[in-house]
C-alpha cells in the first residue's frame, strides 16, 4: 500500500492535470513588467489596491517597513519607460497609525484618505488624511483614532466616500459585540466632516450579536439610494460568512442590516471572503470566497455571483470554484473590464492572475501571469485596476530583486 507522502503526491499530481485542463494557458502576446522593487527604507508589502491620479501616477499603501518600520504611503510616477517612487509618508508605529493594510482613496481636492490597523491613541487603528502642501510634501491628519467604548477596532480594508463627503468603512473587531480580538465582533462606520473642522465618527452597525455575520475585512461599495454593501469574514446562520447590505434609516431611528447570502463552510461555495463587492452593469453582485472544503478534499474557494430575484431575495451561483486547482487562497477582490470580463488574483505557491470570461451562461478560466517569486509574489489584498487601455496594474507582497514587493504592470 502507498504510503501516506505518495498519495499525497498523486493526488497533487493529479491537481496540477486538472489544473493545465481547465485554465487556458497565458497567451504569449501578454508582457509583464515590474514597474518597481521596494527597498525597505520605502516600504515592504505593498497591496494590490492602486489608485490613479489624472496625471497618471499610481498611489498605494507598502503595509510594512519604511522609515519607521510600520508601513507607508507611495506615489510611482512614470517617466517615459521608467517609474520613479516617492515615499509621502512612513507611519511612526506610534500615534500616527501603523501597519495600513487598506488601499487609499482621493476626494475630489486631491486629498488621500486611508486606514491603518494598528497604532493610535489606543493601539487598535486610526482612519488618516494626507494633505499636499504648496512644498510638494504631504502632511498626515488623524481623522479618528479607533478603541472608543463600542467604537471599531482594526480596519483592514478602504474606504469609500460619498457625495457628501463622508466616509465609511469597516473594521474586523470591536464594536458592542467585540472582546478586543481582530475575529470578534466589528462594526460598519462613518465619518462626517463637521461645519467647523474635525470629523464625528458614528458606528452604524456592530455585528456579531448572533447569525448576523462577524469580522468583516472588505471595503463597502454604494447604490444610488444610499445603501452599502459588503461581506462578513465569519458568523452566519451556516457559520460560513455572509454577505450583508445596510440600509439607512428613512426617518431617524438606525441603520439596518438584511442577509442577501449565509454561506456554507462545508459545501464548494466556499467560505470566509476577505475582501469586497463589485455589482456589474445588470445589478448583480460579484465577490470571491477566500476557503472552504470543496468534493475533491482541497481547500480554494470561489468566485460567486448573486442576483436579486423578483421576490426582493438574492440568489447565488458559482461563477467559478478554485479547490479545483489545488490550495489557493484567493483575498483579494475582482473587477470587470469593458468587456465583462472578471480578474482577480489568487494566493498558491507564488501567486496567479485569472481572468474570467462568460460565453453563453459558462465562465471559463485563462491564466493571465503566474508569478515567479523572482519578480513578485504573493498578490493580495485589494483588487487589480486598470488603465484607460485596460493594461492590469497590481502590486505584489514579496518577491522581487530585494525580497519586498513589488509594483506590476500586465498587458493582456
Keep these: 500500500m502507498p504510503s501516506r507522502n505518495s498519495i499525497s503526491r498523486i493526488v497533487s499530481a493529479v ?20 514597474l518597481h522593487n521596494f527597498k525597505t527604507k520605502e516600504g515592504s508589502s505593498p497591496l494590490l489596491g492602486l489608485v490613479f491620479d489624472s496625471s497618471g501616477n499610481l498611489y498605494g499603501v507598502a503595509s510594512e517597513e519604511g522609515g519607521s ?7 510611482l510616477s512614470p517617466s517615459g519607460t521608467s517609474w ?20 487609499v482613496i482621493f476626494d475630489s481636492a486631491g486629498n488621500i484618505y486611508g486606514t491603518t490597523k494598528l497604532g493610535g491613541s489606543n493601539g487598535v487603528g ?15 491628519s488623524i481623522l479618528h483614532n479607533f478603541g472608543g467604548t463600542s467604537d471599531g477596532q482594526f480596519p483592514t480594508n478602504a474606504l469609500v466616500l460619498d457625495s457628501a463627503g463622508n466616509l465609511y468603512g469597516t473594521t474586523e473587531g470591536g464594536g458592542s459585540h467585540g472582546n478586543g480580538q481582530e475575529i470578534t465582533g466589528g462594526t460598519v462606520f462613518k465619518l462626517s466632516p463637521k461645519s467647523g473642522g474635525g470629523w464625528t465618527e458614528t458606528v452604524l452597525y456592530s455585528f456579531g450579536k448572533g447569525t ?13 439610494s444610499g445603501n452599502l454593501y459588503g461581506t462578513t469574514f465569519s458568523g ?32 464548494s461555495e466556499g467560505s470566509a471572503p476577505a475582501a469586497g463587492l463589485i455589482f456589474d452593469t445588470a445589478g448583480n453582485l460579484y465577490g470571491v470566497t477566500s476557503s472552504g472544503e470543496q468534493s475533491d478534499g482541497f481547500s480554494g474557494g470561489a468566485v460567486f455571483e448573486l442576483s436579486l430575484q423578483s421576490n426582493g431575495t438574492w440568489s447565488e451561483t458559482l461563477a467559478y470554484p478554485l479547490g479545483i486547482f489545488g490550495p489557493s487562497f484567493p483575498i483579494s477582490g475582482v473587477v470587470f473590464d469593458s468587456a465583462g470580463s472578471l480578474y482577480f488574483t489568487y494566493v498558491d505557491i507564488f501567486g496567479t492572475v485569472i481572468k474570467l470570461t462568460k460565453q453563453q451562461g459558462f465562465w471559463s478560466a485563462t491564466s493571465v501571469h503566474s508569478f515567479d517569486g523572482t519578480h513578485g509574489s504573493k498578490p493580495a489584498i485589494g ?21 519586498s514587493g513589488v509594483v506590476f504592470k500586465i498587458i493582456p
Aim: aromatic share 8%.
Design 236 to 267: 452566519g446562520s451556516k457559520a460560513g460568512a455572509t454577505v450583508f447590505e445596510l440600509s439607512p434609516p428613512k426617518s431617524g431611528g438606525s441603520w439596518t442590516e438584511k442577509i442577501l447570502h449565509n454561506f456554507n463552510a462545508s459545501m
Design 126 to 140: 486610526v482612519v488618516y488624511e494626507l494633505t499636499k502642501l504648496k512644498s510638494g510634501t504631504w502632511s498626515e
Design 69 to 75: 518600520r510600520a508601513g507607508s504611503v507611495f506615489e
Design 84 to 103: 520613479t517612487e516617492k515615499t509621502l509618508h512612513s507611519f511612526n508605529g506610534g500615534s500616527d497609525g501603523s501597519t495600513p493594510t487598506g488601499p
Design 383 to 403: 483588487s487589480l485596476i486598470l488603465d484607460s487601455s485596460e493594461n492590469l496594474y497590481g502590486a505584489a507582497q514579496s518577491g522581487g530583486a530585494n525580497n
Design 15 to 34: 491537481a496540477a492535470v486538472c489544473l493545465l485542463a481547465l485554465i487556458t494557458p497565458q497567451a504569449k502576446s501578454q508582457t509583464y513588467t515590474v
Design 212 to 224: 448576523d455575520g462577524a469580522s468583516p475585512r472588505c471595503n463597502l461599495i454604494l447604490d444610488s
